[in-house]
């Protein structure tokens, strides 16, 4: 069982999971793959993985066997379970709760496939429906508070197998990252007559146009004004929209598309680069905020992480957003 | 010139600095330092830094020439400059700066060693000293609101040369990561009868012994409770001081070698990983601040930093800090 502690300073929650040193790689400073390892995530080594909780499956075929389109397992190396009850305690001034929570895999695809962007839109539409589905199904338990689902492309960005696959993680904890997001864009909405800083940023973004890479009906993509990182890319739906799990059906179709493109102009500019991408939604428990819109961001991993950012929390980006959108807008990719 | 720009939701600065675009392997994804390159950082090769801020030379010796021992000079390709004043501006919901500030690097032997470890203490405690020389002088300019002191020690920590060296950033801004913590320590302070919290984490350290490493008179080098990295290590003054520049000539003396002890310790139990250390000290301009206490974090970067950690802000360690307090607890060094 891990445990998850709380840094004596800030609300900054650590989970301490030995479970996750079992992980083949789990301190391995040299990244790359292991190409003679047998892939996990392949159809018909579903037994490799624990049993599935979600599967899109053709019809007639068994769980946890061939034949399904988009999978969801819990992770074998979990950094928390439900397995144990959520207590709390303290020493002296040290505070830690349980590892109570949920890891999961959503395995993407069936067969041998590294990139996202080179799947059928149909199928990025079923893996964020899957994400969807997760969601409503972990609202259900009260302790969960939270949910984060992102993804590790290549070994660079943290992927430890190369099978296109995203994770979620969800947490007895709201991340200090979105509570920080979340307090601020409600100070910007009791100070700026009850808009939201999303449609404020919208807005400016579509007006503006210099960072705006693509616009379909229901979503923008642009590179934020403070990117942290060259190429970093937004993804906000121009519908106010807190939770990620109430996503319409219209919205999925027109997403699933748009994020392809994206995932094709970065690879095609940047030559397949490594990348994150994070889903930044409410709480689970919390009802819908009028002050937050849930969004999703793509970091590719071009520059090196190092003692400036790890002690500052602040960033350097040796590329102006409006380059990086310039770039991506010109980026031609042929169906 | 860089531009500084701020998140439109949190008080996060990103600094755009096209100028870092133009080192040798800016956008390198690859990490590992190219062995043909020349070395800008051996005795007799000073032509190929800008002219030297500081430097500790036998006597005799002139500036920019060989006779030194520790040598401070501005960084080749600077994050900030100060050849622009300090204007601010907005453009509709979003601010910036200009990217006035310094960006030096602090050569730490005129030789080709790569670890610092393997340094005379006394070279140690002139590294620490010059640190303590360039904060106090950059304090006289007003602009500067806060410096960090921090070192990237191997390519996957993000050094971009292997020679061993640190560098000092002064901003005209303080990072968020340091407003968050002073900003906890004051509430702390306020709630807990004016006693500051590193005080109590002190004693708590001391009495609890489980997470200690070595204690000296002066200082205690313990792994934190919720630390964020395997084997990441605090060292804390036991006197009371918020600016590094205040440190004493006997906490260098003292300093010094309880420094080169904990990296001869990392080195030996992790075969010499990579390593960020950052030096955590009060805003420049700021007086002496009750309630927060400098202190030196080293963080050795053995795992990988991923979508959970970027959307999160929060971590998950697979190591228990007492493990790791043990484990280095029981290497012996030999003088």
Redesign the interface.
């Known amino acids: 069982m891990s445990?998850i502690?709380?840094?004596?300073?800030?609300e900054?929650?650590?989970?301490?999971?030995?479970?996750?040193?079992a992980?083949p790689d789990?301190?391995n400073?040299d990244?790359g793959f292991d190409s003679a390892a047998e892939d996990p995530f392949l159809e018909g080594n579903e037994h490799l993985s624990p049993p599935e909780v979600l599967a899109y499956r053709d019809a007639g075929t068994q769980p946890n066997s061939p034949g399904w389109r988009v999978r969801v397992v819990p992770n074998l190396f979990p950094?928390f379970s439900l397995t144990d009850e959520l207590r709390k305690q303290t020493d002296?001034?040290?505070e830690q709760m349980t590892g109570v929570g949920v890891h999961e895999v959503i395995v993407e695809c069936p067969h041998a496939e590294w990139n996202m962007s080179r799947f059928p839109t149909e199928t990025i539409r079923e893996v964020l429906l899957a994400y969807r589905e997760r969601l409503f199904d972990l609202k259900q338990n009260e302790q969960l508070l939270h949910a984060?689902i992102?993804?590790?492309k290549g070994?660079?960005?943290?992927?430890s197998l190369p099978h296109c696959h995203s994770?979620l993680?969800a947490?007895p904890?709201v991340?200090?990252?979105?509570q920080?997001?979340i307090a601020?864009?409600l100070t910007?909405y009791n100070t700026h007559q009850q808009q939201s800083?999303y449609e404020?940023?919208l807005q400016?973004e579509l007006a503006?146009d210099s960072r705006l890479i693509h616009e379909t009906d229901l979503f923008i993509a642009f590179t934020?004004?403070?990117?942290?990182f060259?190429y970093e890319v937004m993804i906000l739906p121009k519908q106010q929209q807190s939770h990620y799990e109430q996503i319409t059906k219209e919205e999925l179709f027109d997403l699933s598309p748009l994020l392809k493109l994206i995932l094709q102009k970065l690879e095609c500019a940047l030559n397949d680069?490594?990348y994150?991408?994070?889903?930044?939604t409410a709480p689970l428990q919390d009802d819908s905020l009028p002050h937050f819109r849930w969004h999703l961001?793509i970091?590719p991993?071009?520059?090196?992480?190092?003692?400036?950012e790890?002690?500052?929390?602040?960033?350097?980006?040796?590329?102006?957003?409006e380059t990086a959108a310039e770039v991506l807008r010109n980026v031609t990719i042929s169906d």
Do not use: H
């Open positions: 445990e502690r709380k840094d004596p300073l800030i900054r929650w650590v989970v301490i999971a030995p479970e996750r040193a992980r789990a301190m400073t990244p950094a002296g001034l040290y984060l992102f993804k590790n070994a660079l960005a943290g992927a994770q993680m947490t904890f991340p200090i990252a979105l920080d997001e601020a864009a910007w800083v404020a940023i400016q503006a934020p004004y403070a990117s942290r060259a680069p490594p994150n991408y994070v889903i930044q961001s970091t991993r071009l520059t090196r992480i190092a003692g400036y790890w002690g500052s929390g602040c960033f350097i980006n040796p590329l102006a957003p």
